[in-house]
């Protein structure tokens, strides 16, 4: 799997301290995927206390990363 990161998605990972290696393990190994609109995909993955959420869409065969962003566990 190609995956490409937009220039929104590289600020926002490095502002939120994310890694692109969890990023890429969401996608690739995600607990739950669901359809968001114009298209995109939100795909989540629990670390610890958080839950990742990536939200990224297939355009020819490549998967291109718009945004990633914690979620607090209640």
Known sequence: MKI???KH???RIGQREL???HVEDT???PRRIFSSFK????AQKD???KTLEV????INGETVIITAYWLRKE
Not at 39 to 42: D, E, P
Not at 55 to 58: L, T
């Open 27 to 29: 996608l690739k190994h």
């Open 4 to 6: 490409i990161y937009t």
């Open 39 to 42: 298209g995109r995909q939100i």
């Open 47 to 49: 670390f610890r206390t």
């Open 55 to 58: 939200v990224y869409k297939r």
């Open 9 to 11: 998605a590289s600020l």
């Open 19 to 21: 890694s692109k290696k």
